[in-house]
T-cell receptor, first 114, second 115 residues
Framework: KQEVTQIPAALSVPEGENLVLNCSFT??????LQWFRQDPGKGLTSLLL?????REQTSGRLNASLDKSSGRSTLYIAASQPGDSATYLC?????????????FGRGTQLTVWP | GAGVSQSPSNKVTEKGKDVELRCDPI?????LYWYRQSLGQGLEFLIY????????KSGLPSDRFSAERTGGSVSTLTIQRTQQEDSAVYLC?????????????FGPGTRLTVL
């Protein structure tokens, strides 16, 4: 069974810092990896999608990398801002009979203070 | 529509009652997913629908849970004889097609509280 782990569970930093959030998964047979943001009491907002054949994706101040063979992904946030405060979730789509379903990590709760 | 919508946004019910949760996917999306987010449990998969294929129900926690998707669009998740452990946020997502891992877009969720 695919298991997804995110480290750290929580992170509190001052505004302006560059951050790295880590995600690891146990089964490298994935189709893609998706990073989401969740604000308190809200649904999930998709940030970046990396297909299994890709190594990284970038959107604005966000950069996500994927090392499928080692089962790892990192989300890099440059020049963090208080508005980046949220929970960041990593999820993978596994292949085989479970194609389509997302396996989620528990998330990293990020607080950026001014 | 512009995004995935879910209703109601909040539902409070008494133990033993049945509830129905509704999801309207993004127009044209053929794949639809239900997930549950419980306090301290993280997000777990419940069920997904892809076009006219038989749904993958492997994540449903008990036979009190069922879901249907009518006309390939709107989906309803039904929980019969609700229990307190069913309290959670139920999230719906949709995607263009279930092949090679398309991006999934989530609705705002329905917060279910069972008293």
């Amino acid at each position: 069974k695919q298991e997804v782990t995110q480290i750290p569970a929580a992170l509190s930093v001052p505004e302006g810092e560059n951050l790295v959030l880590n995600c690891s998964f146990t089964d490298s047979a994935i189709y893609n990896l998706q990073w989401f943001r969740q604000d308190p009491g809200k649904g999930l907002t998709s940030l970046l999608l990396i297909q299994s054949s890709q190594r990284e994706q970038t959107s604005g101040r966000l950069n996500a990398s994927l090392d499928k063979s080692s089962g790892r992904s990192t989300l890099y946030i440059a020049a963090s801002q208080p508005g980046d405060s949220a929970t960041y979730l990593c999820a993978v789509v596994a292949g085989g009979s479970t194609l389509g379903r997302l396996y989620f990590g528990r998330g990293t709760q990020l607080t950026v203070w001014p | 529509g512009a995004g995935v919508s879910q209703s109601p946004s909040n539902k409070v019910t008494e133990k033993g009652k049945d509830v129905e949760l509704r999801c309207d996917p993004i127009s044209g999306h053929t794949a639809l997913y239900w997930y549950r987010q419980s306090l301290g449990q993280g997000l777990e998969f419940l069920i997904y629908f892809q076009g006219n294929s038989a749904p993958d129900k492997s994540g449903l926690p008990s036979d009190r849970f069922s879901a249907e998707r009518t006309g390939g669009s709107v989906s309803t998740l039904t929980i019969q004889r609700t229990q307190q452990e069913d309290s959670a946020v139920y999230l719906c997502a949709s995607s263009l097609a279930n092949m090679a891992g398309p991006e999934q877009f989530f609705g705002p969720g329905t917060r279910l509280t069972v008293l």
